[in-house]
Antibody, heavy 122, light 107 residues
Framework: EVQLLESGGGLVQPGGSLRLSCAAS????????MTWVRQAPGKGLEWVSV????????HYADSVKGRFTISRDNSQNTLYLQMNSLRAEDTALYYC???????????????WGQGTLVTVSS | DIQMTQSPSSLSASVGDRVTITCQAS??????LNWYQQKPGKAPKLLIY???NLETGVPSRFSGSGSGTDFTFTISSLQPEDIATYYC?????????FGQGTKLEIK
């Protein structure tokens, strides 16, 4: 059974940084791309970033490009999202999700974690 | 970016009703369209992939159709456990984009 457990969320001041982690189990982690999707309180879903199975290919939403960095450690079955220069509009529940295939594009999330809440406020 | 326009934004129906949600893409996305269900306080769950394929384990009362720019999601006979918000999502182009969601309630 696929299990994804996010951690690292919390309260941070505007301009601050956080690193989210997602521990994966139940599947061969390195053979699947992984993605982050966020949901602001009471709002819809927003795709944030995706990384290929090897970690060699990454893509970002324009809203986070240059501020967020997605990475993965296939030896530890863990996905990361380094978030810098945080803004109030980054406040959201951040979901990590397994992608259906190996490649970063042309596929979609098929299993989701329960999310970790990031609140950006002074 | 590809815009996904979903309607209605909310819907109230009775148990046993047939429920239909539509999703329109701002450009041709072929069949690269999924439907997700999100129950209150829970993570999204994939129901339909590639516009019309039922994900393993999903009840057959859920179905999807369409291609190009116009897509439909149907629940053939609404059950109490189907109370949720439903989202369409395109993955033809990055960034992947979602519809704004349809909140389904029981009448």
């Amino acid at each position: 059974e696929v299990q994804l457990l996010e951690s690292g969320g919390g309260l941070v001041q505007p301009g601050g940084s956080l690193r989210l982690s997602c521990a994966a189990s139940g599947f061969t982690f390195s053979t699947y791309a992984m993605t982050w999707v966020r949901q602001a309180p009471g709002k819809g879903l927003e795709w944030v970033s995706v990384i290929s199975g090897s970690g060699g290919s990454t893509h970002y939403a324009d809203s986070v490009k240059g501020r967020f960095t997605i990475s993965r450690d296939n030896s530890q079955n863990t996905l990361y999202l380094q978030m810098n220069s945080l803004r109030a509009e980054d406040t959201a529940l951040y979901y990590c999700a397994k992608v259906k295939d190996y490649y970063a594009s042309g596929s979609y999330p098929d299993c989701w974690g329960q999310g970790t809440l990031v609140t950006v406020s002074s | 970016d590809i815009q996904m326009t979903q309607s209605p934004s909310s819907l109230s129906a009775s148990v046993g009703d047939r429920v239909t949600i539509t999703c329109q893409a701002s450009q041709d996305i072929s069949n690269y369209l999924n439907w997700y269900q999100q129950k209150p306080g829970k993570a999204p769950k994939l129901l339909i992939y590639d516009a019309s394929n039922l994900e393993t384990g999903v009840p057959s009362r859920f179905s999807g159709s369409g291609s190009g720019t116009d897509f439909t999601f149907t629940i053939s006979s609404l059950q109490p456990e189907d109370i949720a918000t439903y989202y369409c999502q395109q993955y033809d182009n990055l960034p992947q984009t979602f519809g704004q969601g349809t909140k389904l309630e029981i009448k």
